[in-house]
């Protein structure tokens, strides 16, 4: 979860990330992988003090920009 109370799940057999408002359970966004994630997605600030979160799908890792 991140501090803005954002849970990121990739758990899934659908091949897809997903992030979840905490607060009522709302699906905020989706995206598709690869293939399924085999890893637990995680998150970092770069080096602009953006965050990102990061997530292993099959041989990728895949990166993505927080708003």
Not at 2 to 20: E, H, K, P, S, Y
Not at 31 to 43: C, D, E, H
């Amino acid at each position: 979860m991140t501090a803005g109370r954002i849970v990121l799940i990739g758990a899934t057999n659908d091949q897809r990330l997903r992030a979840f408002d905490a607060r009522n359970g709302a699906e905020l966004w989706s995206a598709s992988l690869p293939s399924n994630a085999n890893a637990v997605p995680m998150t970092y600030a770069g080096r602009s003090g953006k965050q990102h979160v990061a997530i292993v799908a099959g041989d990728t890792v895949l990166a993505y920009a927080l708003r």
